[in-house]
């Protein structure tokens, strides 16, 4: 997806017009949520994780269009870390869309601002190493590997292996803002700062082209942007010592031999609007009871239900 935003604004209007035409209060708030079978207007923001946007930009079109088409909803892609600063703030979104737990520091924002968060954790993500498709050497790496090439320790390929090019390696990533890039610095490299002069990006579409036009390309993001772009770009198998594991939505599963490289994404619920505003409550339901049916669509592998159950229980709490 290249979009940055799914607001469907025009066809809202005429549904919402239409709708009005057969109701004296359909611009109002709405007092109950749907599950009373009454229906919903207002907008709802989010914003956020750049990996998790195609999940949750898809879900908020269904929504629209299939469940409250009174509803608006504006999905955008600033990144986690970024999106975090847009939530915790007075009058912030109403959900930020992570790659990553909520940070400690971010938590006692909340705390301070006295802002209620509710972790809904959506789908799991493969981080997936990429390279150019005529790259036909790099096709199989160990995590040490991937760490040296990152971390400067090889500078060419031929570093790797003699029979590959002696050719300079040009590494790719998402920029500070993602929870990827944080991702890839806390875990697969251990805290180790990153190459000097790698090119790190805000947009993943830009990445995908980077990589897809520069044959010593490698770069990293999440599994998603490989699967909707895999006619461009290779992805790398990664042997974490019992053979080479390519990553797909079986591997990345829970549990599963992708197991090092796989992480939870979530979506996080600004509480206080939630209780305010009933779409927002329902749309987080919406977002749990469905999201596991549309993973795979969009590059995620589901959870396991009893936590789908689990954190739906938690969010009946929430008046």
Not at 178 to 200: A, C, K, P, R, S
Request: net charge negative; proline share 3%.
């Amino acid at each position: 997806m290249s979009f940055k935003r799914i607001t469907l604004f025009f066809l809202v209007s005429v549904l919402v017009f239409l709708t009005a035409c057969g109701s004296d209060d359909a611009d109002s708030a709405g007092d109950s949520g749907s599950d009373n079978g009454e229906e919903l207007t207002g907008n709802i923001a989010i914003d956020g994780s750049g990996t998790v946007f195609p999940l949750m930009a898809r879900l908020a079109e269904d929504y629209m269009l299939n469940e409250q088409q009174g509803v608006s909803i504006e999905v955008s892609r600033a990144g986690t870390s970024a999106g975090f600063q847009k939530f915790l703030v007075e009058n912030g979104t109403d959900f930020n869309d992570a790659s990553r737990e909520i940070k400690e520091e971010e938590q006692a924002k909340a705390d301070e601002l006295g802002i209620e968060v509710q972790e809904l954790k959506v789908a799991l993500d493969g981080l997936t190493i990429v390279t150019h498709p005529d790259n036909d050497w790099a096709t199989e790496l160990t995590p040490e590997q991937v760490q040296g090439i990152f971390l400067g320790e090889y500078t060419k390929w031929s570093d790797l292996d003699d029979s590959w090019p002696n050719e300079d390696i040009k590494t790719y990533g998402p920029n500070e803002n993602h929870g990827t890039y944080e991702f890839f610095y806390e875990t697969i490299l251990e805290e180790q700062d990153l190459v000097n002069g790698i090119d790190l990006q805000q947009d993943y579409s830009t990445l995908v082209t980077l990589v897809s036009e520069d044959k010593n390309a490698i770069g990293f993001f999440g599994f998603g942007y490989y699967q909707s772009n895999q006619d461009t770009i290779n992805a790398v198998s990664i042997d974490f010592g019992e053979g080479a594991v390519e990553p797909s939505l079986d591997t990345i599963a829970e549990d599963g031999p992708y197991a090092d490289y796989t992480r939870p994404v979530f979506t996080y619920l600004n509480v206080n609007h939630a209780q305010e505003k009933p779409q927002v409550l329902d749309y987080a339901k919406y977002v749990l009871e469905n999201a596991n049916n549309i993973a795979g669509e969009t590059g995620f592998a589901p959870i396991p239900d009893e936590e789908v159950q689990s954190q739906l229980e938690a969010l009946e709490g929430i008046e």
